[in-house]
């Protein structure tokens, strides 16, 4: 899934998530956040801390914050 290309009315949001260390974590946190009503696309990267979260309508960061607490990390806000 290509988080850069948005079809129209999308919108992508960069998250930064600390803790994560491998492909295991990034496949947590992406799973987790896929779940959220509107994701069309979620890429982690564990090496940098980012989450790039593509959705049809802006999410509800506390939403987020729940989701990714979920997978057993921790939201530190946008990027």
Do not use: W
Request: hydrophobic share 40%; aromatic share 2%.
């Amino acid at each position: 899934m290509n988080a850069q290309a948005d079809t129209p009315g999308s919108v992508t949001s960069v998250y930064q998530v600390s803790g994560m260390s491998c492909g295991h974590c990034e496949g947590s946190v992406s799973g987790e956040i896929s779940e959220i009503a509107g994701v069309t696309s979620v890429k982690a990267v564990a090496s940098t801390g980012e989450v790039t979260v593509v959705s049809a309508a802006p999410l509800d960061e506390e939403a987020v914050r729940a989701a990714v607490d979920e997978a057993g990390f921790e939201l530190a806000g946008k990027a």
